[in-house]
T-cell receptor, first 114, second 112 residues
Framework: DTEVTQTPKHLVMGMTNKKSLKCEQH?????MYWYKQKAKKPPELMFV???????INESVPSRFSPECPNSSLLNLHLHALQPEDSALYLC?????????????FGPGTRLTVL | QKEVEQDPGPLSVPEGAIVSLNCTYS??????FMWYRQYSRKGPELLMY????GNKEDGRFTAQVDKSSKYISLFIRDSQPSDSATYLC????????????FGKGTTLSVSS
């Protein structure tokens, strides 16, 4: 099983809303990632959790807040977003083991901020 | 100079053609190289994963890495309309929970 699942598939929210994106994997992977992808652009890393320890891309605004409740789950909490935050949000996971670290992506959550 | 360069295309070929997709990179520390296929409005799907230089074959797909030239390739044999997608190269220098550096992606269209 090489599946990463994400919910919801689509999300429309206003700039004053608070919402959360969820990601789950059952491959025993110890690293999980959030990427943001705008149309016709490659994915850009937002956050990495490796063994439940967070690494932050310092360019990511504080209105995005990640949470890793356990090694299988990853959340992205959203608050006071801007229309330019509309994008495909991708979760990925990898084994985080030397010599074997393919990153497997979920299908993404397509976010629209009105 | 960007870390990873990839011709965005679009690339259009007839069914059955051999397709060659390429990326160049500037960071000699990159050791792990991946090719992803992404259909419209979907997440990237891992196609090939290669460590260091060499070739790797999987069905109709062959990945090549030439670290001396900082050049990687993906070959698709007997291309099918279902191969129509955007192909992203990605690479990283450290295997432990680090960001992938992606190329811009090449959009491929295979006509029947």
């Amino acid at each position: 099983d090489t599946e990463v699942t994400q919910t919801p598939k689509h999300l429309v929210m206003g700039m004053t809303n608070k919402k959360s994106l969820k990601c789950e994997q059952h491959m025993g992977h110890r690293a999980m990632y959030w990427y943001k992808q705008k149309a016709k652009k490659p994915p850009e890393l937002m956050f990495v959790y490796s063994y439940e320890k967070l690494s932050i891309n310092e360019s990511v605004p504080s209105r995005f807040s990640p949470e890793c409740p356990n090694s299988s789950l990853l959340n992205l909490h959203l608050h006071a977003l801007q229309p330019e935050d509309s994008a495909l949000y991708l979760c990925a996971s990898s084994q985080d083991r030397e010599g074997v670290d393919e990153q497997f992506f979920g299908p993404g959550t397509r976010l629209t901020v009105l | 100079q960007k870390e990873v360069e990839q011709d965005p295309g679009p690339l259009s070929v007839p069914e059955g053609a051999i397709v060659s997709l390429n990326c160049t990179y500037s960071n000699s520390a990159f050791q792990y190289f991946m090719w992803y296929r992404q259909y419209s409005r979907k997440g990237p799907e891992l196609l090939m994963y290669t460590y260091s230089s060499g070739n790797k074959e999987d069905g109709r797909f062959t990945a090549q890495v030439d670290k001396s030239s900082k050049y990687i390739s993906l070959f698709i044999r007997d291309s099918q309309p279902s191969d129509s997608a955007t192909y992203l190269c990605a690479m990283t220098s450290n295997q432990a929970g680090t960001a992938l550096i992606f190329g811009k992606g090449t959009t491929l269209s295979v006509s029947s």
